[in-house]
């Protein structure tokens, strides 16, 4: 049995079958001020905690791709005040002004 041709109106426009555009497949944490800072201080935080529980899991990669991991933990713990300052203020603004 053959389908039905596709008439103008029933055909989907540039935003698709969702409605909501390319516009929105596009975005990403890189490109929205807030999503990256949050993003940045959940790593902060994450590397922190796991540098508490696996001392040696995070120290003996210093260098590398796994060094960021190290130089997040690093900056955690020397900038701990500010960070979680920033964490506050992050979830204050997630929770009540969005």
Known sequence: MPLPPLHASSAPGPEGRCGRGFASLTRSAIFNFQSL??????????????????LSLLD???????????????????????????????????LFIQ
Do not use: D, M, Q
């Open 37 to 54: 800072l949050t993003v940045i201080l959940l790593l902060l935080c994450t590397c922190a905690y796991i540098l508490s529980l696996a």
């Open 60 to 94: 003996r990669n210093k260098t590398g791709l796994l060094g960021i991991f190290w130089k997040c933990v690093r900056t955690g713990e020397r900038n701990s005040p500010y960070v979680a300052i920033c964490c506050i203020v992050v979830a204050f603004s997630i």
